[in-house]
């Protein structure tokens, strides 16, 4: 935390731009203030963090001490929606006006009035409005039109879904070994519905399309099917250890329930617990050798919890809380049946190799439709020189990235030119 002078401290009243008054709590204060570290501040809706936002914003151009004061264009700002970003310009408005009118007479008028005029030329928009104009000045980089318009969602999904139509016929049309790819694969996993192989396509379509390298992990996807049983058995191996450790830790969280506020239901904590010293033996032997794993797979197919000894000399108290403890350990033997010996214990190696064999050729043909899917829908969107959402993000991080994955000279000038970077609704 900055130890702030007491002449560029932060007002400790702000008004908000309804006119109410905002009176920050510590948190919000130090949100407002800290800049010796990258920041992320979560908290429920209406719990003020747009006006902490803004607030944020008029501390680092008015307030903050000298050698780290800026002014509002070097702020970069992103919101979710243009008309967050026009009520936040709004907002930082009134926020720098509250430096002028307020009661803590200012020494630095002159500069808020500049911060002020600087309001409708500051970087202030959503992403993609962002994305947008640096891809206009970056155009020859990527040969973009730079006069490309901006599809609106609906008319994206429409033109998409239309090219995978005009995707489907051609195959249908073509009458050779990508006919019946097609054909074997509409029979086999969609019960003869184009149209579920069509929704499929276009789900994982929009999936590959979030990831900065989707056309290598497509690649994957086809690799990760050419596997040996000894890979799978380091595999499974690797997720069993992960599964038995959660579920390890749940073991530990019933039995002390039951023990703290089920007295009475003993018996199933010790069943729990004796439960847990054999998962943990599994956790520990569970190597990457595929002797190992078979004999720990036919283990789990035949493991069974401990039946709770009889006691028939109960309280009616007592024997509620027994049946709540028989009630919690069902739970567990339940999600035990669904999560380990279900997943793990079901197919050896050789059986699971045998199977991806088997659904390669249907793997391919998605692969291939999703593929054919990329690239005709990218000439649709040329032909109206037009880009979607995800276009901008995508180029966008082209241009900010070299081939081998480091900062571009675009991305230096942009880290120079704007002293710090804010983004509202991160999570969306």
């Known amino acids: 935390m900055l130890n702030n002078r007491p002449d560029t401290a932060a007002p400790s009243v702000v008004r908000s731009p309804t006119g109410a008054v905002f009176q920050p709590t510590p948190e919000q204060r130090e949100a407002t203030t800290r800049i010796d570290t990258s920041l992320i501040v979560s908290a429920s809706a209406g719990s003020g963090k747009t006006s902490v936002l803004a607030e944020r914003c008029a501390y680092l151009t008015c ?8 002014d509002l264009t070097d702020l ?26 307020g009661p803590h007479g200012r020494r630095i008028d002159s500069h808020i009035q500049r911060q002020l ?10 992403l993609h409005s962002f994305c947008a104009g640096l891809l206009r000045q970056q155009f020859m980089r990527l040969d973009l039109d730079p006069n490309f318009s901006i599809l609106d969602s609906d008319e994206a999904d429409l033109l998409c879904i239309d090219s995978l139509r005009d995707v489907l016929q051609r195959r249908h049309r073509a009458a050779d070994a990508t006919t019946g790819a097609l054909r ?9 519905r184009e149209e579920t192989i ?9 999936f590959v399309r979030t990831l900065h390298d989707g056309a290598s992990w497509l690649d994957g996807v086809v690799k990760r099917l050419e596997i040996t049983d000894e890979q799978i058995a380091q595999s499974e191996s690797k997720l069993l250890r992960q599964e038995l450790g959660r579920f390890v830790e749940w073991l530990a969280m019933e039995s002390r329930y ?25 956790q520990k032997r569970a190597t990457d050798s595929l002797e190992t794993w078979e004999a720990l797979r036919n283990e789990i197919a035949t493991f069974d919890f401990s039946r709770a000894k009889p006691n028939r000399k109960l309280t009616d108290e007592q024997k509620q809380e027994k049946k709540e403890a028989s009630d ?3 739970q567990v033997k339940d999600l035990f049946d669904r999560r380990i010996r279900s997943r793990f214990s079901r197919f050896s190696a050789e059986q699971r190799r045998e199977g991806l064999q088997q659904i390669r050729p249907y793997v391919e043909t998605l692969v291939e ?10 000439a649709a969107k040329r032909r109206r020189h037009g880009l979607d959402f995800n276009d901008l993000e995508q180029f966008t991080y082209q241009v900010l990235r070299t081939p081998d994955g480091k900062p571009s000279d675009v991305a230096k000038n942009l880290q120079n030119r704007y002293a710090h970077v804010l983004v509202d609704e991160f999570q969306d």
């Open 63 to 70: 307030d903050a001490p000298d050698n780290v004061r800026c």
């Open 76 to 101: 970069l700002v992103v919101t979710f929606t243009d008309a967050a970003a026009a009520q936040m310009r709004s907002r930082i408005r009134q926020t720098l006006r509250t430096r002028l009118s």
């Open 117 to 126: 005029q600087q309001i409708d030329a500051a970087s202030i928009s959503t």
């Open 184 to 192: 074997e694969l509409i029979e086999h996993y969609a019960s003869g």
């Open 198 to 206: 069509a929704d499929s396509v276009l789900t994982i379509y929009q």
């Open 258 to 282: 039951i023990r703290n506020h089920a007295p009475a239901g003993g018996t199933y904590a010790e069943n729990l617990e004796v439960a847990s010293q054999r998962m943990i033996d599994w």
């Open 328 to 330: 919690r350990y069902q």
């Open 369 to 378: 439709l999703i593929r054919d899917l990329d690239q005709t829908y990218a």
